[in-house]
């Protein structure tokens, strides 16, 4: 398997700009997370999806934040508009009921300008 | 939400010494569990404690819980230089399959 797969692995843009991360998550998975790791916070789990539905976005820092999964294969998470603030590594993470571990993608590594 | 506390942040060792790192954790938990990061790359799972085991073993790791202080540790034996990486706690709040991380120790080993 080829594990959690994130795309980009880097993005740089400017502030003001839409973001979309991409995350492919393990193939019979059906638990996705979505995690923001910055020196300053640490890593804080965003949102995380359940038979591609969310179940809890409490952790989203605000509306300019949004996450969707279409379907088991894919999901996407979006800023928009961009801001400086939002500049992290952004992983996205599976597991499957009756797994209580987490296999990480290696990151998409954000930088707003 | 509630978040591991490791403790050291920081420990530099001579290869082949060992490495503890502690956790700490504010209410009950289903599990504890430790990740690994490498620089630059994604987190790894080392090993899952739940809240009736006291101890585990995985190769050179050794992870502890200690459920009435609220604590966990992960030692890590005869250390290699490969090991050098970031360590984190997660935990495990019954009811739910989300992980709060602690803010990790950096772990160096010289070799």
């Known amino acids: 398997d080829a594990g959690v797969i994130q795309s980009p692995r880097h993005e740089v843009t400017e502030m003001g700009q839409e973001v979309t991360l991409r995350c492919k998550p393990i193939?019979?998975?059906?638990?996705l997370f979505w995690y923001r790791q910055t020196m300053m916070r640490g890593l804080e789990l965003l949102i995380y999806?359940?038979?591609?539905?969310?179940?809890?976005d409490s952790g989203m820092p605000e509306d300019r934040f949004s996450a969707k999964m279409p379907n088991a294969s894919f999901s996407t998470l979006k800023i928009q508009p961009s801001e400086p603030r939002d500049s992290a590594v952004y992983f996205c993470?599976?597991?499957?009921?009756?797994?209580?571990?987490?296999?990480f993608g290696p990151g998409t590594r954000l930088l707003v300008l | 939400s509630q978040q591991g506390e490791e403790d050291p942040q920081a420990l530099s060792i001579q290869e082949g010494e060992n490495a503890t790192m502690n956790c700490s954790y504010k209410?009950?938990?289903?599990?504890l569990q430790w990740y690994r990061q490498n620089s630059g790359r994604g987190l790894v799972h080392l090993i899952l404690?739940?809240?009736?085991?006291r101890e585990k073993h995985s190769g050179r790791l050794r992870v502890t819980l200690d459920t009435s202080k609220k604590s966990s540790s992960l030692l890590i034996t005869a250390s290699r230089a490969a090991d050098t990486a970031s360590y984190f706690c997660?935990?495990?709040?019954?009811?739910?399959?989300?992980?709060?991380f602690g803010k990790g120790n950096q772990v160096v080993v010289i070799p």
């Open positions: 209410t009950s938990i289903n599990n």
């Open positions: 993470a599976s597991s499957w009921t009756g797994d209580e571990t987490q296999y």
């Open positions: 404690i739940r809240s009736n085991e």
């Open positions: 997660a935990t495990v709040f019954y009811g739910n399959n989300r992980l709060a």
């Open positions: 999806f359940n038979n591609n539905v969310p179940i809890d």
């Open positions: 193939s019979g998975h059906n638990s």
